[in-house]
């Protein structure tokens, strides 16, 4: 079963403009990942964020993580039409991190 | 280049046969991993190795089987007990030197059984 779930389904914004996705899970994890995925390709890990971390950054993206809302939020900045994308999260079903379950996914689009 | 090819990218199938769908990886990790995802949906694991001659059931692993002979092959089968295997299949591997954390995607599988 599915643990993280994401919010929005689909987003779409104007070049430039800031884009945030929100996901939400279920159990008691070790660690959450932000992935990433173009049409019909595999995925790209983005960023992990690990459950004693409130906040992380990289580059354009900034992760937060409440762990008592059981909650994360991908944050990218200055956005660009090749940002278009598939953004999963995922997280270790009770701590097995060879046990990833992955939400639904953002539906993400980047109008130049 | 380090990284993990899936082949074939697309593959055709009639009903009631198995088809094996290829996983290679040269990243020297240990672990693999074997997903299915469907239009819209995340990613469902459907079985996983830790090491070689050893895997576990994922979440949907009924109709399908694998073998780890090799570190770098992680093979997976999809059999005709597989009731509805039209999909997008996907191989991934970790290192444990990572704590198993960050997987490694291969480029994926489109399998379509008519």
């Known amino acids: 079963s599915q643990q993280g779930e994401e919010d929005p389904q689909a987003l779409s914004i104007q070049e430039g403009e800031n884009a945030t996705m929100n996901c939400s899970y279920k159990t008691s994890i070790n660690n959450l990942q932000w992935y990433r995925q173009n049409s019909g390709r595999g995925l790209v890990h983005l960023i992990l964020?690990?459950?004693?971390?409130r906040e992380k950054h990289s580059g354009r993206l900034r992760v937060t993580l409440d762990t008592s809302k059981k909650s994360s939020s991908l944050l990218i900045t200055a956005s660009r039409a090749a940002d278009t994308a598939s953004y999963f999260c995922a997280t270790d079903n009770w701590g097995n991190n060879n046990d990833m379950r992955f939400g639904a996914g953002t539906r993400l689009t980047v109008k130049p | 280049d380090g990284g993990i090819t899936q082949s074939p990218k697309y593959l055709f199938r009639k009903e009631g046969q198995n088809v094996t769908l290829s996983c290679e990886q040269n990243l020297n990790h240990d672990a693999m991993y074997w997903y299915r995802q469907d239009p819209g949906q995340g990613l469902r694991l459907i079985y996983y190795s830790q090491i070689v001659n050893d895997f576990q059931k994922g979440d949907i692993a009924e109709g399908y089987s694998v073998s780890r002979e090799k570190k770098e092959s992680f093979p997976l089968t999809v059999t005709s007990a597989q009731k509805n295997p039209t999909a997008f299949y996907l191989c991934?591997?970790?290192?444990?030197?990572?704590?198993?954390?960050?997987?490694?995607f291969g480029p994926g599988t489109r399998l379509t059984v008519t």
């Open positions: 964020i690990r459950s004693n971390e």
């Open positions: 991934a591997s970790s290192s444990p030197g990572q704590g198993y954390y960050e997987q490694y």
